[in-house]
């Protein structure tokens, strides 16, 4: 059974810091892409990271460049997502998803955003809420 448990978030006044984690479970993680997404209220939900499927790197929304880095332990079948200097904008729900890595995943940078596709397991959200 495939499981994607994000936890970490929380209440933190801006310029801040918070660590999220996505704990794996129930498929071969280092088969898998995992990425953050986050979905403001009112607003679509957006990439935030993801495993490009150009190059293989680690690729972030263009506005969160130098603030937000993603990290994994594949001993521990965990994602994090380190979030720093963190801004009302911020405020958010933060999801972990994972896609089986080949020829039905993508994620790439366009215009500065993410697209993405083949995310097909998602975890149920953890709230951020940033102060001003």
């Known amino acids: 059974d495939v499981q994607l448990q994000a936890s970490g978030g929380g209440l933190v006044q801006a310029g801040g810091s918070l660590r999220l984690s996505c704990v794996a479970s129930?498929?071969?993680?280092?088969?898998?892409?995992i990425g953050w997404f986050r979905q403001a209220p009112g607003k679509p939900r957006v990439g935030v990271s993801c495993?490009?499927?150009?190059?293989?790197?680690?690729i972030y929304k263009d506005s969160l460049k130098g603030r937000f880095t993603s990290s994994s332990d594949n001993a521990k079948n965990t994602v994090y997502l380190q979030m720093d200097h963190l801004e009302p904008e911020d405020t958010a729900v933060y999801y972990c998803?994972?896609?089986?890595?080949?020829?039905?995943?993508?994620?790439?940078?366009?215009?500065?955003?993410?697209?993405?596709?083949?995310?097909?397991?998602w975890g149920k959200g953890t709230q951020v809420t940033v102060s001003s």
């Open positions: 998803a994972a896609g089986p890595l080949g020829p039905y995943y993508g994620c790439w940078n366009e215009g500065g955003l993410l697209s993405y596709y083949g995310m097909q397991n």
């Open positions: 495993i490009s499927s150009v190059d293989g790197s680690t």
């Open positions: 129930g498929f071969p993680f280092v088969d898998y892409a």
